[in-house]
């Protein structure tokens, strides 16, 4: 990282306290990847990064120091802050944790970066918010190197057969099924599989079989501790299902 950084596009993804007033700050920048910053004195009443450095608020960050963690030199917005609330606002905090669990501190990513900005606002207004959670998902993949393999059967390199069924393997590809699945094998149809290659996620069988890839994935980098954003998430969802709320804020996650 560049020892003196000005007016970087980022993304506040996790504050904490750090010693008296100060905050410590996770962010995720445009041109310089996930960044740990020291906030001196944003905590005191009258600071006006208190009130700035927020999720969800598209700053510009200006920064001095090389390391683990340099010093917040200044902030400004960059835009309106994306209005989340509900399970959307949960979904949010889903994807900062993602980023927080899988990013290196200091690797550029500027296509997810862009894509972090874009599935925010998709968020506020998504009919169904696992659409866009699937796109960041399958984008976060791709910008990690553990893009999933769609395109082909793992045995005999033929293209997929949308009237077959596949077992998927994780870090391998689709296998097509001849017989009875294995038990507790992750199966999908060709045509889902192709769905999901397609980024076609408006059937809400393709939504819950894109997750349950999506999520075994993800979880084989996150080396099998869960997310505690999925898990609140998920109870929210499950405790609100049927209702007016749930429907308006979406079903799915």
Known sequence: MRGHVQLEP????HPRPFRDS?????????????????????R??????RALLQAFTPLRLSWRGTGELATLTGAEPDGPAVAL??????????LNELLLRLLARGDEHAALFDG??????????????AVPLRHFECGLLEALGYGLNLEHDIVDGQSLDPA?????????GPRRLAGEAPAGALCLSGDTLIDIRE???????TRAAARRLFTAAL???????????????????????????SAQHGKEC
């Open 116 to 129: 972090y900005g874009r599935t925010l606002r998709d968020l506020a207004n998504a009919a169904h918010l």
């Open 164 to 172: 077959a069924r596949y077992e998927y393997l994780l870090e391998q």
């Open 10 to 13: 980022a993304w506040l993804l």
């Open 219 to 245: 979880d084989l980098y996150l080396g099998g501790r869960p997310l505690k954003s999925r898990q609140v998430l998920e109870a929210t969802l499950r405790l609100g299902r049927g209702t007016a709320a």
């Open 22 to 42: 100060s905050l410590l700050l996770e962010v995720f920048s445009r041109d310089h990847g996930r960044v740990g910053l020291v906030a001196r004195g944003a």
């Open 85 to 94: 609330a509900g399970t959307r606002l949960l979904a949010g905090y889903y």
């Open 199 to 205: 980024r076609r996620f408006e059937a809400p069988e």
């Open 44 to 49: 005191r009443a009258r600071a006006r990064e």
